[in-house]
């Protein structure tokens, strides 16, 4: 009945020369028809379920297949493309690794978000999003070096658990689609297991932001999560990053959650190592303390994490019931075995700091025994009662060695009713000092030597022995393995510069005896812990011109309030927190923010960095995350983000 | 008295097997001081002497019951955990002559009857086991293999007496100052924790066992004072007294142990005007509560500030911009920024305690005598590794000693708070059910004896523990229903979007949520039903609110007390191992357990002094 005009199709899978196609349409056919009429007449065999028509001028995707031309309101002149709705993107891990898959350029980001994270195997996707990288600083000799890709892009769409994020089936502990073959499970490993320290050259060449507003350009950053990537500009196989965005990490399983935990730890680490955040040089040590760990124990069982998250329920119920049992029978041999009282026996070098006398080191024969310590004239005299008999519990252990230099000395500050006593013992080779060393730090947290950690102790302490020894000739220090770890891998280039690798191993050592026993999830989370618990944990910035000033400030986004920070003194000026907020409001023509809170409190302010739909998201988000309980988190409640943070998109 | 006396000389034997460990520990010739000299066996007292006579009569006989208790205790323990070790210290003679080795095996004595029973899995003479046994030696070509399995097998059996000495317990008796200076006198072991003896205390007392209820200890030379966590063990820090210490306990209320929990907007939120600080709402407090104790992470209040310090060992005091961070106290150094990477760690705390510094102003002429103090337990006596700290107000001390205790104990300070809240709801349960608190507390309980608690923490705040779901309602309760009723309201008033100003408009959260659920929480459906059931027509269905609201607390008696804590462990029930006698009556002595085994030697360690003065003072009535 309508007339019959003609409309110009340009089909992607025909390639970038070919014509667009012409069909005859009228102004009543429904979207499914134009589509079919296009297939038919390109006469191409294929699955063309994926396919979509993307309306150019008005940057829309035609999504709605019954809808006709009509009520899309689409006329001749109509710019359209008929394409996959998913297409490659390289995307930036946070462990810095890349991999190629096929994202959903139709949907608003957030689903493809969840998409991509359903991929990739990891829960509450709503804390992660999309960001625009920052370009590498590129130098010629760079542009040799392809980086390695892991390609993604064969597996099927459909796959991963639709909208329960709980419990992901899993095959040999890896979800189905990453068991299918050998590359594929070198893909699951890449993202399930912790990379290894960064050679430092590495860190050094990475964007580092210098300030608070260096920090705020990269919230700029952010896609926009109600929008496709389609309508941002985004092109197949553009790079983009995928990060944690929300700064609330919900329920965190380790057993569900190993790529969650693993790439969450990449991006903590690397917060650190760039300075993204700020911490107190006691702090780095500790942080790289742990990523020495961390990286150890990856290494010396990398099998852990992916056959942890391969028990099922039953199988890790079997194991724990023959540890269990293992435990039951053995209990009374092992008391015994452990009762052989180890001790060491050895002539060592004594000095007291604090006493007045000239006497240097004087020699001894020493006997360490349970948390104590005596020492006798000679080995012959031993059986006999002990010049002295110092107990270390309690005590503080520091090393002061040098390995060029020979030089090996145990400082204990020893506690006493009347302060602290020094005393240094001054061993003779690597040897006996890490045996000392070790007894040392297990008896001041009040272990004796028949802990079973002592023999570990003794081989990390050995260990940072190898890599002081390495780290003396300084020029080699490519990212390296177990024992030969370049300590400045492990902090950020600023320590690089204030201390050579060899003053900051006895430092790194220091702080390593606290957690040297962690297991490689504990250390993880040990880790996370303390990151979370740095004053400046969790903050977004954004720089503001708030109403009514005339200069630019920096507005400070957090899980749970926002702060004002003033530019010149960068101190935090003023805190508002979300549950008292009551209400707020966006004005798009104006990009101006107005939020009341209660006690009739107002601010507005429009943003500089960043677009206000960012800082809308950011708050709206964070008010989403905090809405999350134990009883619903099977289920993304996919509405309510929407609502709270969608905007004029929204509805 | 002839029936008491032979108790005693019963129970002096073991007794002093009991404290051997704590006599045995070798006294060095030239003793260094950080070498423990003397091990007091009573705090609080001029001397042991002193202590018993100072023990009331049913003090006496609650101790004598303590110590029978314990006693058989121990007893049931020792023998279970010898025939664990499959080796019974028997002399019996299926087994090949005793090496010389054994020629100090004193573990018949210990107490367990030989078990004829055991069979020792080793063995290669019985003949049952030599069947099974994967490498039977011929014996004849090689008698030493028999010999060297005796041998170790006698090394393995010396060993295992010497573990279960070492699994002896220490004890104190340590005389407490209650709050109207008076004193009780107490039996505490060193497995038991802080809120193992104030529980005690509480039975003692007939106090009404309120949260605040606290042990503190004083340092007399240092005028020092501080209060123990109720996690730690009490025996420990107490032994680090000298021997001459006019150091106390005291038993007392502290308003400041957990006033962070009930008020915590006063430490976290402590720049905000005072007057929005009183007016914090329940519902924010828990919601404080919940960010900074029950997250990933413990949270350690922000506080930075100019506090004095006085110089090691030096008799001026310095003014200094200080930063509390989980890691440690830190200063920045003069003519830096406050950026975290310029600043100078002043101490960690994982070898330090927190106490109150009293009279400093004219001890030390402190600028204020608000000050703090960082020191090792384990020093008693002035010295220069003491660290004083001073603030300008009573408030800014409160604050700094709170946050150091939320960055050293960590979560361990919540649980704390939760278990004490737990034993105050209970007990106030009891009171209300007792008719006449008259009989005086008929039983002492006994210590009960408990593996230390896993939540000991040290240094950096520890990992939290995946606490249970249930943990978590109270607050989500608020937070969920503070969001459902603005999404609820938006419905109502739905934005107008479409129309000009595109604003997006979140109406405020209706007043009704203010305060805590009351202890019977509403009917969950309250909330819901004030929604028109009409709201979706223009707009996206609401929220699915029912799920917003968590099932109602399992106990409605413990949501008024903040976040309803799992069911409240039974009132603390007589010893489950070992039946204790109960002194029920003053006149009455405890009945001596019926004992079948031997009897010990004294073994003549340094419990043999306090067993005698144990004994004087008992023949003294």
Known sequence: SMAAWDLSVKVEDLGPDAPPVTISVASDLHVGGVILKLVEKTQMQRNWSDHALWWDQKQRWLLRTAWTLEKYGIHADARLLFMPQHKPLKLGLPSGKTVMLKACFSNPVFQTVMGICRMLNIRHPEELSLLRPVEEKKKKKDKDLTEEIYDLTEVPLSSGTPTTFSRPCLYNGMPAHFADSEQMEGVYKMLSVTQPPPAPEVIAKQYRPASVVDKSHIHGRWLDSSRCLMQQGIQENDRLWLRFKYYSFYDIEPKYDVVRLTQLYEQARWAILLEDIDCTEEEMMLFGALQYHINKVALSEPQMMSSNAALDDLESALQSLEVKMEGDSSSASDLLENMTAPELNDYLKIFRPKRLTLKGYKQYWFKFQDTSISYFKSKEESIGEPIQQINLKGCEVAPDVNVAAQKFLIRLLIPAPEGMNEVYLRCENEQQYAQWMAGCRLASKGKSLADSSFQSEIQSIRSFLAMQKTNSGSSNNSAASDESINTHSLVSPRYHKKYKPKQLTPRILDAYQNVAQLSLTDALMRFLQIWQALPDFGLSYVVVRFKGSRKDEVLGIAPNRLIRIDLGVGDVVKTWRYNNMKQWNVNWDIKQMAIEFEGNVNIAFGCVTADCKIVHEFIGGYIFMSTRSREKSDTLNEELFHKLTGGHEAL | ?621
């Open chain 2, 1 to 621: 008295m002839d029936d008491i006396d032979a108790m005693f000389s019963d129970l002096l034997g073991e007794m002093d097997l009991l404290t051997q460990s704590l006599g045995q520990e070798t006294e060095p010739p030239e003793p260094l001081p950080s070498t423990r000299q003397e091990i007091n066996f009573s705090v609080g007292f001029t001397g042991l002497n002193a202590s018993l006579h100072d023990l009331e009569d049913n003090d006496l006989d609650a101790l004598m019951a303590d110590l029978v208790a314990d006693l058989s205790e121990t007893e049931k323990k020792l023998e279970a955990e010898i025939q664990g070790l499959n080796a019974p210290p028997s002399s019996s003679s299926d087994l090949p002559p005793p090496p010389k080795g054994l020629g100090v095996q004193p573990a018949s004595s210990i107490t367990s009857p030989p078990s004829p029973g055991n069979n020792r899995s080793s063995s290669v003479t019985t003949p049952s086991s030599s069947t099974s046994s994967p490498l039977p030696p011929p014996q004849s070509s090689k008698p030493t293999m028999e010999e060297i399995e005796a041998q170790m097998k006698a090394d393995k059996i010396k060993l295992a007496l010497e573990k279960l000495k070492e699994a002896k317990v220490k004890k104190l008796v340590v005389k407490v100052v209650m709050n109207d200076g008076s004193s009780k006198t107490l039996m505490v072991d060193e497995r038991q924790t802080v809120r193992e003896v104030l529980d005690n205390l509480f039975e003692k007392t007939h106090c009404d066992c309120n949260v605040d209820w606290s042990l503190c200890e004083t340092n007399h030379e240092l005028q020092l004072e501080r209060t123990f966590e109720d996690h730690e063990n009490l025996v420990e820090p107490l032994l680090a007294w000298t021997r001459d210490s006019e150091n106390k306990v005291l038993f007392q209320e502290r308003k400041d142990k957990f006033e962070v929990f009930k008020n915590p907007q006063n430490f976290y939120l402590w720049k905000k005007d005072k007057k929005t600080l009183k007016d914090m709402k329940d519902k924010d407090k828990e919601l404080l509560v919940q960010e900074n104790f029950c997250g990933t992470s413990i949270i350690v209040p922000d506080l930075e500030g100019v506090l004095h310090l006085k110089e090691d060992g030096k008799k001026s005091w310095k003014q200094r911009l200080f930063q509390l961070r989980a890691s440690g106290i830190y200063y920045v150094p003069k003519g830096k920024t406050k950026s975290s990477r310029d600043l100078i760690c002043f101490v960690q705390f994982d070898n330090v305690n927190v106490y109150y510094g009293k009279d400093v102003k004219n001890r030390y002429k402190a600028p204020t005598d608000f000050c703090f103090v960082l020191k090792h337990p384990q020093i008693q006596k002035e010295s220069q590794y003491i660290k004083y700290l001073c603030c300008d107000d009573a408030w800014t001390m409160n604050l700094w000693v709170t946050g150091i205790r939320i960055a050293k104990y960590g979560a361990s300070l919540h649980e704390n708070f939760k278990t004490a809240e737990r034993k105050a709801a209970v007990s106030a349960a009891v009171w209300t059910n007792r008719s006449t608190p008259s009989s005086s507390s008929p039983s002492t309980p006994s210590p009960t004896i408990r593996a230390k608690t896993a939540t000991q923490a040290n240094g950096h705040a520890p990992k939290p523990q995946p606490g249970p779901p249930h943990q978590f309602h109270a607050a989500d309760l608020n937070m969920s229903s503070w969001w459902k009723s603005s999404i609820n309201s938006l419905h109502r008033s739905p934005p107008s979007l479409a129309s000009k100003p595109p604003l997006s408009n979140f109406p405020p959260p209706p007043l009704s949520m203010d305060g805590l659920p009351p202890p019977p929480p509403p009917p969950p459906m309250d909330n819901f039903s004030e929604d028109p059931p009409n709201i979706n027509k223009s707009l996206p269905p609401p929220p699915p609110n029912p799920e917003f609201l968590p099932p109602p607390p399992p106990d409605p008696v413990f949501v008024a007390s903040g976040a309803p804590p799992p069911p409240p462990p039974p009132p603390p029930p007589a010893a489950v191992s070992a039946p204790r006698p109960a002194a029920q009556q003053k006149k009455m002595p405890p009945a001596p357990p019926k004992r079948t085994t031997p009897t010990l030697q004294g073994g003549g360690g340094g419990g043999g002094d306090f067993m005698s003065e144990l004994m004087s003072a008992m023949r003294k009535r």
